[in-house]
Every structure is written in structure tokens, then in C-alpha cells.
């Protein structure tokens, strides 16, 4: 099993739809992150989280929320999907000072 | 200014050949620096962490030079196999930030 374990690995969807994107982990780390990512900018950081009751927005939270339901499950949602949220989405994992390890992605369509 | 900068390049070199890429990041306060490796369509998997004396890791050897705030990766004897993109990552306050990354495809 992955350590990192994302669904769904893909997803089309319409415009105004709500959205869940999942995520859970075995690595037994504290620390989870959803990021997107979108051709010629790089990974970008939506929310994070170091700890269950810990909740921190990224630099472009905006049309998203999270809820960290447990250590290990940390999702994403799309509350009224809309097409510039078409990308790749990684959950990533990591202890303070090691790397991420990273989700296969979940490649989103808005429609 | 963006915090991590990467030459998006695509490098584009033959087999055997020698590459390097650099980094620079603007956060003079960053302590963690890694490269990553990213296949297409794929996640970003950790390749190397990049440590103040430089490392090396078979073909693979990572520089920092914290006075210019730039890292280096550099790829000796590329193989078919090395074609991918190379993310340069540095921590920021609470979470790591990502370069563009570089695009290397390496030709028979």
C-alpha cells in the first residue's frame, strides 16, 4: 500500500458542483498539505495542516476548505468547483524537518 | 520575485553528457533544501537533500552556497532514464516552497 493514498485519481466535474478530494496516510506524520499544481508555476500550496485541531490557509485558499478528520485523513473540498480550478492536485505528508512525501494526484476537470 | 527560481530550461543533451541545474530562493532564514524528481503526470518523489557540505549520490551531487542562497544539482553520464523534471524545494516558514522546475530530456 502507498504511503500516501489520494482519491479519486480522476475526476470531471461541472461548474457549481461540490467537490471532495481525500487523502489519508500511513506515515504517521503530523504535518499534511494539499497543493495544486498547473503547468509553468510549480507546486502551490492551498491549506495545511501540523496537527488535528490545526488548520492554516496557503497562499491560494480562496474557493477551498479542509477538514483534518483524523491524523492520518486530511481532504479537500471545492465548495462551487469552477473551471480555473482544473489541475493536479498532490496531498503531501512530512515531519518537521524531513521531505514530503507526496499522493499519486488527483487530476481535477472543471467542465 | 518569486522565493525559489529555477531555469525552466528544457535542457535538452545526449547521453554521457554532464548537466547541472541551479537554484536560487530569496528566504535567507531557509534551513531545508532538497531536489526532487518528477515524472510526467506523476508525484514529485524526493531525489537528494542537499546539505551545506554538498553531497553526492552516485551520478548525482548536490551543492548549497548559502552567501548566494543558490543550490545546484548536477547529473554526470545521463542516462534515457534521468529524463524528467527537477524541482528545487526549500523550506519557508511552515511549509516547504517549490521552484517551476527544470525539464530535462536526455537523447539517445
Known amino acids: 500500500d502507498a504511503d500516501v493514498t489520494q482519491t479519486p485519481r480522476n475526476r470531471i466535474t461541472k461548474t457549481g458542483k461540490r467537490i471532495m478530494l481525500e487523502c489519508s496516510q500511513t506515515?504517521?506524520?503530523?504535518?499534511m498539505y494539499w497543493y495544486r499544481q498547473d503547468p509553468g508555476l510549480g507546486l502551490r500550496l492551498i491549506y495545511y495542516?501540523?496537527?488535528?485541531?490545526?488548520?492554516n490557509k496557503g497562499e491560494i485558499s480562496d474557493g477551498y476548505s479542509v477538514s483534518r478528520q483524523a491524523q492520518a485523513k486530511f481532504s479537500l473540498s471545492l465548495e462551487s468547483a469552477i473551471p480555473n480550478q482544473t489541475a493536479l492536485y498532490f496531498c503531501a505528508t512530512s515531519d518537521r524537518w524531513e521531505g514530503y512525501t507526496f499522493g499519486s494526484g488527483t487530476r481535477l476537470t472543471v467542465v | 520575485r518569486k522565493e525559489v527560481e529555477q531555469d525552466p530550461g528544457p535542457f535538452n543533451v545526449p547521453e554521457g553528457a554532464t548537466v547541472a541545474f541551479n537554484c536560487t530562493y530569496s528566504?535567507?532564514?531557509?534551513?531545508?533544501f532538497f531536489w526532487y524528481r518528477q515524472d510526467c503526470r506523476k508525484e514529485p518523489k524526493l531525489l537528494m537533500s542537499v546539505y551545506s557540505s554538498g553531497n553526492e549520490d552516485g551520478r548525482f551531487t548536490a551543492q548549497l552556497n548559502r552567501a548566494s542562497q543558490y543550490i545546484s544539482l548536477l547529473i554526470r553520464d545521463s542516462k534515457l532514464s534521468d529524463s524528467a523534471t527537477y524541482l528545487c524545494v526549500v523550506n519557508g516558514n511552515n511549509d516547504m516552497r517549490f521552484g517551476a522546475g527544470t525539464r530535462l530530456t536526455v537523447k539517445p
Open positions: 495542516s501540523f496537527d488535528v485541531k490545526d488548520i
Open positions: 506515515k504517521g506524520h503530523d504535518r
Open positions: 528566504n535567507s532564514a531557509s534551513q531545508s
